[in-house]
């Protein structure tokens, strides 16, 4: 049976819990659709050393929303 909620404290992506994407050091630009219909999300991008070390978050900008670009500031 199709269950409308659940809550569990596991993010997926694509089929993938906790996805994870190796990159090179450059600028990058992506698109995010949250599909959540009842819960708000925090998004951080963190960097992770060659033997697998935190290495802290990575600053990003948001320039656009659901309607259009922002503003320019």
Do not use: H
């Amino acid at each position: 049976m199709w269950n409308p909620e659940a809550f569990f404290n596991i993010t997926v992506v694509n089929g993938v819990s906790w996805p994870t994407l190796e990159v090179e050091p450059d600028l990058y630009r992506f698109r995010l659709l949250d599909g959540c219909n009842s819960r708000f999300l925090n998004l951080s991008l963190r960097a992770l050393g060659a033997n697998g070390q935190d290495l802290g978050e990575v600053p990003f900008y948001q320039i656009g929303a659901e309607q259009s670009l922002l503003p320019k500031v």
